[in-house]
């Protein structure tokens, strides 16, 4: 008999998994929860953008001298609030923040789906948010690969002049690092972007990042995963550059194990572990998108990212079911 796709036990289950992804703007926040996003799907992960709980709208910071990021500039208690109520399955009315002109538009309806992704500046920030959320994620570009990341997405999706944007970067950099960054000392895992050994151009012209996906110590795991590494696709076939390293760093007093990509990968390689994802999981279809035949360190990062989420909900359901799990 078929055992049952954990995505139907998912959406039948009241819990509401409360996930926080922090990170400066223009980060790639979006980015490493795409893959997470893409296997359970919209009817199961909805996003809300935590700019919408800003306390000030653009022309007010303008006339106040304040950033976006210094606390008195957010509504944390109505964040707050509003998670609370979410993980409780109630519907909240959402307040909506404008960037295409830095005003407030009219509060929307918001229904919790089964998995809610806080993403924004300060995610969990406060206790309260961290007690809160299910699993919390930092990502933590270079500053070089950073710049060029928020360059881009202001000017082709904001209208910004590029002028514009470094300004506002030097102008906020005193208070990403007092007030987002400590942030990474919370996170369940932490991503690391850097431009990738292979040479800039591969990071510009083809996406191609060094990754390193910086994990706490895992305490359990519902099976055995297994990262092949096929010797007769790599010898024979890959015909571009990877890099695969493991490495142990002391994080903020505790002990991290890092994981790092860089370049690409055969896709054979990723598929294998895509079908152990699966059958361990019991979650499916689990398929990266691709058209090349070779996947992205930063695209297999997501997939392990994802793995580690979906266990972290399977071992709620089974303390829901046994007492056994916090």
Not at 10 to 20: D, E, H, L, Q
Not at 175 to 201: L, S
Not at 220 to 246: P, Q
Request: hydrophobic fraction near 35%; charge should be negative.
């Amino acid at each position: 008999m078929q055992p049952a796709n954990f995505k139907d036990v998912i959406a039948a289950s009241p819990y509401i998994f409360v996930m926080g992804v922090a990170g400066d703007s223009g980060s790639g926040k979006t980015t490493f929860t795409r893959t997470f996003r893409q296997i359970l799907g919209e009817d199961l992960v909805s996003t809300i953008s935590l700019d919408d709980y800003h306390a000030f709208d653009r022309e007010q910071r303008r006339d106040l001298g304040v950033t976006p990021l210094v606390p008195e500039a957010n509504r944390f208690d109505l964040l707050e609030q509003h998670v609370a109520a979410l993980k409780e399955g109630k519907t909240i009315e959402k307040p909506v923040y404008n960037h295409d002109d830095g005003t407030f538009a009219e509060p929307v309806p918001f229904t919790p789906t089964k998995f809610v992704i806080l993403e924004g500046l300060h995610p969990f920030f406060t206790p309260r948010l961290r007690e809160l959320t299910d699993f919390k994620l930092y990502v933590d570009p270079d500053a070089e690969v950073k710049r060029a990341w928020k360059i881009r997405r202001d000017v082709e999706r904001r209208g910004y002049r590029p002028e514009a944007v470094i300004r506002e970067m030097v102008q906020r950099r005193p208070d990403y690092e007092r007030y987002v960054a400590p942030q990474c000392a919370h996170a369940d895992a932490i991503i690391r972007i850097a431009h990738t050994k292979y040479g800039w151009e591969a990071s510009e012209e083809r996406n191609i990042y060094q990754v390193s996906l910086c994990q706490s110590r895992l305490d359990r795991s519902i099976g055995d995963i297994d990262l092949s590494i096929d010797l007769f696709s790599l010898l024979s076939l890959s015909e571009r550059n990877f890099l695969l390293e493991y490495s142990v760093e002391n994080r903020y007093d505790r002990p991290m194990g890092a994981l790092t990509f860089d370049g690409e990968l055969n896709y054979d390689v990723i598929r294998k572990l895509e079908k152990n994802i699966e059958d361990q999981t019991k979650v499916h279809p689990i398929r990266l998108p691709t058209e090349s035949g070779y996947v992205t360190a930063g695209e297999a990062v997501q997939l392990i990212l994802s793995w580690r989420i979906i266990n972290r909900r399977i071992f709620i359901e089974a303390g829901q079911e046994t007492g056994t799990y916090p």
